[in-house]
DNA sequence: CCATCTCTGAAACAAAACTTCAGAACTTTG
DNA sequence: CAAAGTTCTGAAGTTTTGTTTCAGAGATGG
């Protein structure tokens, strides 16, 4: 229950001292977040130990309270998270920089929200056990999916785990084709039909190992190939070379499968992340 | 901005014992509601002297502001914004794999949102106009940075600018120094304080070129040595390593200085983005 | 190994919040 | 209408909470 509703309905029982208080309140109730109850007491024309009544009248223990009470309140009613929002609207070449920050920002939120809320959490954890326990991981992803599969790259490395970024055609071919037991082979491909990536997953399932897909495109010929598949949701401008909103949305996956693989041995992980972290900024 | 932003991002100039603070408030910071300033330094293991001296570092005036500051933001949070939001706690090793992806994604999309509500369009402006018309455009970043400044030069060399990924250290050091007229040349360092980057900037800015930051910190070093910072807002996770957050803040900035770009000449990128197109993606 | 500088927390200090209590104001009742 | 009782109020005192100072611990650099 909001406090400003409270003072609504409790003012009945309230003392002419109080009264004066709440009235104050209520027309700016900002005024309890600046100023000290002295400095409030004085504004109402009355004295501190009303103000501290009517606190405790409220239910409130005193005056720090109300404040942290008031605070979220007024935090609550301010809030303009997703103040960019403006959707349904293609960037143009008539907008303003902010219109198109804007419009950018509103798709790529919608974008993260949409794809983790329409995750398959089962085949998140499928996918984050095999990574978990593969023996080696192969990550293919070409042109602009290749800087997610990087960025997985990284960070499983960092973590200790033996991961595999297959840039270059010869090497992600043969790596493909030789896959030990206990490979996971990875697709990145937003419109799951990048020809090389479905044909490195087509070869890497054939040599036995398990191979997931990451792409925009749940029926694509990549979502086909492999044995499982994370899709990403996003809508893309028309500037879509840029890549900008579905890149997002396949990171904040990859930021999913991340967390997995790194929770399974959290101790571990948190441990080999501050020290390679001393190394990188020392102090 | 938003308090939880500014303590990520002041914490590489913090002292181990406010580190310590920062760190109790970034995995609960509703304990600074509840808490008097004396509770609080128990529970961080340090004194209420240095408590304070956190606040003043946050360019608070004390412990009241801090107090007020994340009263209101917690408010903020807890509107309700997309279906995942999850904020206000860290993510713990006890959390299913759901309530990660929803957590990393809620911060995710509050970076977002910060950072590009918390742009400064003039100097993006400014930005846009120097990388429009620059003869050539330098992009140093190191580690996790890296990344994003190889995201920002694909989509610039994309649509025909002559930019540079000065991955090498040598190849950096001699392409700031060399810098013909009209370079513009673009820092990424999330801290601020990578040391190689920071260097790289001065050096081409020695050399006459138009130098700018890309960071997470207003004041640091990167950016005092800069002619232009654009900054983005990141609360990252424990888990910082994976960068996760801080990345994601740091695209959507490439995003607008690409957007920007693109569209001092739209028909002719449009152009170019549609025939790249059907080179990558033939049908 | 010493000089210097930075960081830290205990203790003194200041300010704000809370409580008490005596008296004012209002109610009730004979 | 006045006396007794009740409630309300704010000044002053008390306690709690927050801020500043300062001397010593610890790190840093020569």
Redesign the pocket.
Known sequence: MGIQSTIEASSAKF????RRVAMVIRDTPSLVLDK???ELAATC??????V??F??ALGL?????L?MSLATELGKETAQFGSNLILGAEIARSDTLQEMASKVASLEMLAIDETVSGLDYEALERVVAALDGAQRILLFGIGASQFVAQDLHHKLFRIGRNAFLLADPHEAWTAALLSPPRTVAVGFSHSGETADTVRYIEIARQAGALTIALTGSPDSALARAADECLVSRARESRLRAGAMVSRIAQLAIVDCLFLGVASQRYEQTVDALERTRDVTHP?
């Open positions: 003392t002419p001292a109080m000290t109850i002295y024309g009355t004295s501190v130990a009303s501290v009544r606190c405790q223990s005193g005056y720090a309270q404040r102090r």
